[in-house]
């Protein structure tokens, strides 16, 4: 009899958790098919002249040193809202107090905008899309000479009301300058350091380096402007989305473009082993292996001046507590010989070496490869 009430607690208890799992599983269905059917085709002309106003005014604040041009955008009543705007608000002192430092001007900024996915809600709809920006500058005492760089961004963004009625509740994006955003920066003897930089003559490079130059422009990213050309190498994994992608982009530079061999410790198989992949392990492996010798190490204070004998190829480690938390790749210089870097995570193309990472705590570790 024991045995028997058993087998029917055990029944009623496994039905009973059968019938919940349905339900939960068909809810969850329901609701899955009301997402998937909530996507509208991303080529909204309505709502991408939006978007793209708000890419404008922006810019817009940056260039004149004005946040106030962004407040009508954001909902200033609302928590995530506050934060999305002084993310700007941030942003716009950081680069006008970075331009101070390196003795430029910002003279224009370009930009494209790329909506990928729309979905709608209750009050509005959450939109993703990227960016893809062009920064002009000229130093103050040479004014006629046009300096240049780009930067990919991918956005995530909530928006309240319609048509006239739009305002932006919350975002998040892949910032490129994020990491500087709280930093005090000091000018007086760095900017006479810099502004007296003289150009640079890369002709005489060796054939690897050449190589390894032209894949890092080839597949930097810069959001994918496919008109641009570029893009990820699609036979490589993007690790973006699980970690970040800058050093297995830096590994894949290493491997295409300056032809060192693969081998069990850096390697990529499938998936890239652990030196291939992250940042600190690459550094490691590239110093203690003789492909690579470390220049200068220290602040930014400490090193600016090394910097200058970097070349295409040689890697900027970009340390944090210790840690090697970003890596780069040199590839070129502007105006004044200032090293210019390429990267994943976000995405940069010829982008002053330190721009994005100007906070107090960031170290720096400049590596001279050998190709």
Sequence with gaps: MFFVITIRKKVLIFLTVFIIISLLTVTGLGIYRAASLDVINPNNPELTAYIEDVIKKRYEAILENNPEYLKPFYHLKSANGINAYDHQVKKIKYLYEWSAKQGVTLTDIDYNVTVRRINHKANGCAVNFSVFTTYSYAYKDQPDVTNGFKTGSYHSMDISGANDNRIIQREWYTDPFADSLNANLKTDSLTTIITAGQPKDFSSLNQRRKDALAYAEKY?????????????????KNYNYSGGDCTNFASQVLYEGGKFKMNGTWGYFKEGTKAWVNANALKDYLLYSGRASTVAYG?????????????????????????????????GADSKGYTLVNCHNADRFKVPWDLGWSDSGITFRLIHVHY
């Design 220 to 236: 930097s990213g810069g959001s994918l402007d496919v008109s641009e050309g570029f893009l990820y190498n699609k036979k490589y």
């Design 299 to 331: 602040t930014y204070s400490q090193v600016l001046k090394a910097s200058y004998l970097l070349q295409p190829g040689d890697i900027i480690a970009y340390c944090k507590k210790g840690k090697v938390a970003h890596i780069s790749v040199v590839a």
